[in-house]
């Protein structure tokens, strides 16, 4: 299996004794710059692929065709290992089974599937969740997906913001029965909550939302998390960048004054140059 050596590394991040932070990456560029720069894995966030692909906030209006052929192009571009946000699954549980079909011949190293009720539903100001029950049968439906069983699966629950830690522990434990790889957390701010999910639960944790007092790698190992996320500030240094280098073009400065930019070794270094080269001398013949 092509992608399974990926899969191995992310399984063994899980299972090894530090907690790592991840690479945000969003396309070929990014993660290419992330596996130079030697972060361990990537986190492809439902959120950056909704602006990468469509320039569009977080609000499900991607589709699952879009997130895989984006995830498609970065197992592409790069050997990176990738953990996918595959929100919701993209439907019921049946589409659960889909999603996990596609993110796997995508490439993806794993994928986390969680219980919030997407999109947002008629009259509601506030993110509701589906029932535990519901989100029993997308673990088991996503699961039941992965013709690669190194596939890495990860049960994710938003609960400790939207109803209570009480709440997301009942969750992780019901998730943890069904055979799931990880724990994914979103909402959990302090130590306290941290330790109470950890005690009540076995499995490997992996913290979305990046906050203050969780951000001692020592104290996170301690707690079994094993990848911490620390948002995604790439991409809105992407924009700013492009922002201010359009602006400065379109104030009529002259393009070798600019400020910023990479250079040609980095350019040449992203674009993976050199093997370009070789293959071109190899199959294209010499210069004459
Ligand atoms: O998974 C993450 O990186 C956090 C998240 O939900 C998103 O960015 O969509
Ligand atoms: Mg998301």
Same mark, same amino acid.
């Given at each position: 299996?092509?992608?399974?050596?990926?899969?191995?590394?992310?399984?063994?991040?899980?299972?090894?004794?530090?907690?790592?932070?991840?690479?945000?990456? $969003?396309?070929?560029?990014?993660?290419?710059?992330?596996?130079?720069?030697?972060?361990? /894995?990537?986190?492809?966030? #439902?959120?950056?692929?909704?602006?990468?692909? /469509?320039?569009?906030? *977080?609000?499900?209006?991607?589709? /699952?065709?879009?997130?895989?052929?984006?995830?498609?192009?970065?197992?592409?571009?790069?050997?990176?290992?990738?953990?996918?946000? !595959?929100?919701?699954? $993209?439907?019921?549980?049946?589409?659960?089974?889909?999603?996990?079909?596609?993110? +796997?011949? !995508?490439?993806?190293?794993?994928?986390?599937?969680? *219980?919030?009720?997407?999109?947002?539903?008629?009259?509601?100001?506030?993110?509701?969740?589906?029932?535990?029950?519901? #989100?029993?049968?997308?673990?088991?439906?996503?699961?039941?997906?992965?013709?690669?069983?190194?596939?890495?699966?990860?049960?994710?629950?938003?609960?400790?913001?939207?109803? &209570?830690? *009480?709440?997301?522990?009942?969750?992780?434990?019901? $998730? %943890?029965?069904?055979?799931?790889?990880?724990?994914?957390?979103?909402?959990?701010? &302090?130590?306290?909550?941290?330790?109470?999910?950890?005690?009540?639960?076995?499995?490997?944790?992996?913290?979305?939302?990046?906050? %203050?007092?969780?951000?001692?790698?020592?104290?996170?190992?301690?707690?079994?998390?094993?990848?911490?996320?620390?948002?995604?500030?790439?991409?809105?240094?992407?924009?700013?960048?492009? $922002?201010?280098?359009?602006?400065?073009?379109?104030? #009529?400065? !002259?393009?070798?004054?600019?400020? #910023?930019?990479?250079? &040609? +070794?980095?350019?040449?270094?992203?674009?993976?140059?050199? *093997?370009?080269?070789?293959? &071109?001398?190899?199959?294209?013949?010499?210069?004459?």
């Amino acid at each position: 299996m092509a992608f399974r050596s990926r899969r191995e590394k992310l399984r063994s991040i899980l299972s090894g004794g530090t907690c790592v932070h991840p690479g945000s990456v $969003y396309d070929a560029i990014s993660i290419r710059i992330a596996e130079d720069l030697g972060f361990p /894995l990537g986190m492809f966030g #439902g959120s950056v692929a909704s602006l990468a692909v /469509l320039g569009d906030p *977080d609000v499900t209006l991607i589709t /699952l065709t879009e997130l895989a052929e984006q995830m498609r192009r970065m197992s592409r571009a790069s050997a990176l290992p990738v953990l996918v946000d !595959a929100d919701h699954g $993209y439907g019921n549980a049946l589409n659960v089974r889909r999603t996990v079909q596609e993110l +796997e011949t !995508a490439g993806a190293a794993g994928l986390t599937i969680e *219980d919030t009720l997407l999109p947002a539903a008629f009259g509601e100001t506030k993110t509701q969740l589906i029932s535990v029950e519901e #989100g029993i049968g997308k673990m088991k439906a996503a699961l039941g997906g992965r013709s690669d069983p190194s596939l890495v699966i990860m049960g994710r629950t938003g609960a400790a913001a939207i109803t &209570s830690i *009480d709440d997301a522990i009942r969750r992780a434990k019901a $998730y %943890e029965a069904t055979g799931v790889d990880a724990l994914f957390f979103t909402g959990i701010k &302090s130590r306290a909550e941290l330790e109470a999910v950890a005690s009540a639960t076995r499995l490997p944790i992996v913290l979305g939302g990046a906050s %203050e007092e969780l951000n001692a790698l020592h104290h996170l190992t301690s707690q079994r998390v094993r990848i911490a996320l620390q948002g995604h500030a790439p991409i809105a240094a992407a924009t700013q960048a492009v $922002y201010e280098t359009q602006k400065a073009l379109r104030e #009529g400065m !002259a393009p070798k004054s600019l400020e #910023g930019l990479a250079s &040609s +070794e980095l350019m040449a270094r992203v674009m993976r140059e050199s *093997d370009v080269k070789t293959r &071109s001398a190899d199959l294209l013949g010499p210069k004459k």
